[in-house]
T-cell receptor
Framework: DARVTQTPRHKVTEMGQEVTMRCQPI?????VFWYRQTMMQGLELLAY????????DSGMPKDRFSAEMPDATLATLKIQPSEPRDSAVYFC?????????????FGPGTRLTVT | AQSVAQPEDQVNVAEGNPLTVKCTYS??????LFWYVQYPNRGLQFLLK????DNLVKGSYGFEAEFNKSQTSFHLKKPSALVSDSALYFC????????????WGAGTKLIIKP
């Protein structure tokens, strides 16, 4: 049963610290999405990769967030420096983009708390 | 502007009764529509999609959804609700401008009472 995995599942950190979240997409998928979920804003798209190339990061605060895919099995989302307002659940999702096949498969999320 | 609306924040249904979770959309062109479910402390799970073809789409866990072009709706249904169906349900439509983003509804909390 192929699944998207994310680490860590929970992270508590102090304001100003660097946070790195990792995602392993489903083998064979060619798209990766990073989302942030909060009660107030719902689901927000932060970044989108296709074939490891970043195609859209317009949803990310550029001064502190960065997303990369160093290889096909790893996507990372970094926050430096972190702020309390970054507290949220961060989801990674992957998919295989072809006509008729646009669904995304989500990981379990990383719950980030910045104090 | 493209959008998805889930008019009900919460739906309460007795176990064994049929359930409907509503979704309406506004897009230019042909819509690609999706339903996802989120259980507590879990990621979203894909339930079903409409791309083209039969207006009644069957998905996971006994759910189905009916695409209605004239009413621009894509309501999620199940003939007999289970307590385990209690979760947060999201409707989404593919953004025709970006061709990859999903535009998400705000979510509907479904509560099934024994």
């Amino acid at each position: 049963d192929a699944r998207v995995t994310q680490t860590p599942r929970h992270k508590v950190t102090e304001m100003g610290q660097e946070v790195t979240m990792r995602c392993q997409p489903i083998l064979g998928h060619n798209t990766v999405f990073w989302y942030r979920q909060t009660m107030m804003q719902g689901l927000e798209l932060l970044a989108y990769f296709r074939n490891r190339a970043p195609l859209d990061d317009s949803g990310m605060p550029k001064d502190r967030f960065s997303a990369e895919m160093p290889d096909a099995t790893l996507a990372t989302l970094k926050i430096q420096p972190s702020e309390p307002r970054d507290s949220a659940v961060y989801f990674c999702a992957s998919g295989f983009e072809a006509w008729g096949s646009y669904e995304q498969y989500f990981g379990p999320g990383t719950r980030l708390t910045v104090t | 502007a493209q959008s998805v609306a889930q008019p009900e924040d919460q739906v309460n249904v007795a176990e064994g009764n049929p359930l409907t979770v509503k979704c309406t959309y506004s897009v230019s062109g042909n819509p690609y529509l999706f339903w996802y479910v989120q259980y507590p402390n879990r990621g979203l799970q894909f339930l079903l999609k409409y791309i083209t073809g039969d207006n009644l789409v069957k998905g996971s866990y006994g759910f189905e959804a009916e695409f209605n072009k004239s009413q621009t709706s894509f309501h999620l249904k199940k003939p007999s609700a289970l307590v385990s169906d209690s979760a947060l349900y999201f409707c989404a439509v593919r953004d025709v401008d970006s061709n990859y983003q999903l535009i998400w509804g705000a979510g509907t909390k479904l509560i099934i009472k024994p």
